[in-house]
């Protein structure tokens, strides 16, 4: 991939928070988009069209994603939730979306995966994408299989796919464990820009910001051009956090996932 101007992507999960930023964005930078979600979005551009589909119909996706160089999924339930809600849409869906792609002949899909795949590993773990998942909840379980599904499709067909683990998505950092996990706005956009241009056929990285206490390793995300700018230390006095705590905090608490389990 080079350029992102006059090239085409489609963005699902396109009414999100990241969704929305990524549009802007990208449309600054002159791409021309299909922004599709299940909520209405806005056109805000000559050079964006958009489209209400959900990540169920794979024949409608793969009509959409006709024409398309590339696709950033964001799509999908962004937290813990019963099993069977995440199966269906963050499994089943993803596995839509790269197969609508790789029959559409879409050369790369940019996957939003998340640290929670990880957040079982302890505050004092440094942790890199070469080790084993760890999830903290069923929310992680999803995006491990989502991973897997993106890594199969690139060495199964051919297809170039970049997974982003998100950090924590916030204007600024608001917590001890934020800290550690805070992904800014302005880094956010770097970091999918970099998905989106990288050489690299395939890859995993954290998109987290250069926090001075961060848990996760960075150099995978400059191997694909993604070198952050920002740091939650800048933002407020530094808390310890003990070592043996899930970096997860309260996402690896059984409460945080029976609570949302089907009754």
Known sequence: MSSIAGSRWVITGAAGNIGSALRSALLERHAVLVSTDIRPITSSAPHESVAEVDLADLENLVELFAGADGVV???????????????????????????????????????????????????????????PPRPDGFYGVSKAAGEALCRLYADKFGMSTISLRIGSYEEQPSSAREQRTWLSPSDAIRAFVAAMTTTEHTAVFYAVSA???????????????????????AWSTRELIDPDVPQGGKYATPEYSTDRMRR
């Open 211 to 233: 926090n001075t206490d961060g848990w996760w390793d960075l150099q995978s995300g400059e191997a694909v051009g993604f070198f952050p700018q920002d740091d939650a230390a």
């Open 73 to 131: 999924h964001l799509g999908g339930i962004a937290d813990e939730a019963d099993f069977h809600d995440l199966a269906e849409a963050n499994i089943l869906g993803t596995y839509h979306v790269l197969e609508a792609a790789r029959r559409a002949g879409v050369r790369r899909v940019v996957y939003a995966s998340s640290n929670r795949l990880t957040g079982s590993y302890t505050a004092g773990d440094h942790v890199t994408p070469d080790m």
